[in-house]
T-cell receptor
């Protein structure tokens, strides 16, 4: 399988704490993207990091990419209750035709 | 601008019946993708349309699944006959450029299919 895997599967933290989720994948990639899914809704794109980038920031989000280890991490700083959702990493094949998602990390932020 | 819409939001059918899911992408998006998430598992790619052409349908599980995109606008995904293992959430996404080429996808809310 070329799908990624997120770690941990579930994470529960207190509001204000930082949340870190990891993603591993198996093939060479064009880019890696992180998505969020709130219960009952579609996936929302959070951030894209290209294969030649090592770190990227967007607001309270920080993403790192280590292509030698085929892994990425998503850090959410100063978490809020509204951050409660499932988070998925997705890798794009070099042709751009296929997108591989991981199993997701379920994040619960306790107010 | 309207986002990606999917219909129905939830469908409950009996094994052996037929169900057709519909996806309306964002206007002007040539690329349309179908995905499926079976309970507790990863989101799996099903197929990719570029306009009305199937660019990649390697993820379609078997010939009970038929996807169309007539005219390159909305797309339908038909399951006939449905089996219990087809239950899950079916997502549609669209993008201007192929998703892998520095382009993000916009997802619909999904259709939850329950086969009993």
């Amino acid at each position: 399988s070329q799908q990624g895997e997120e770690d941990p599967q579930a994470l529960s933290i207190q509001e204000g704490e930082n949340a870190t989720m990891n993603c591993s994948y198996k093939t060479s990639i064009n880019n890696l993207q992180w998505y969020r899914q709130n219960s009952g809704r579609g996936l929302v794109h959070l951030i894209l990091i290209r294969s030649n980038e090592r770190e990227k920031h967007s607001g309270r989000l920080r993403v790192t990419l280590d292509t030698s280890k085929k892994s990425s991490s998503l850090l959410i700083t100063a978490s809020r209750a509204a951050d409660t959702a499932s988070y998925f990493c997705a890798t794009a094949s070099n042709t751009g035709n296929q997108f591989y998602f991981g199993t997701g990390t379920s994040l619960t932020v306790i107010p | 601008e309207a986002g990606v819409t999917q219909f129905p939001s939830h469908s409950v059918i009996e094994k052996g019946q037929t169900v057709t899911l519909r996806c309306d992408p964002i206007s002007g998006h040539d690329n349309l993708y179908w995905y499926r998430r079976v309970m507790g598992k990863e989101i799996k790619f099903l197929l990719h349309f570029v306009k009305e052409s199937k660019q990649d349908e390697s993820g379609m599980p078997n010939n009970r699944f038929l996807a169309e995109r007539t005219g390159g606008t909305y797309s339908t995904l038909k399951v006939q006959p449905a089996e219990l293992e087809d239950s899950g959430v079916y997502f549609c996404a669209s993008s201007q450029s192929p998703a892998g080429v520095y382009s993000k996808q916009y997802f619909g809310p999904g259709t939850r299919l329950t086969v009993t």
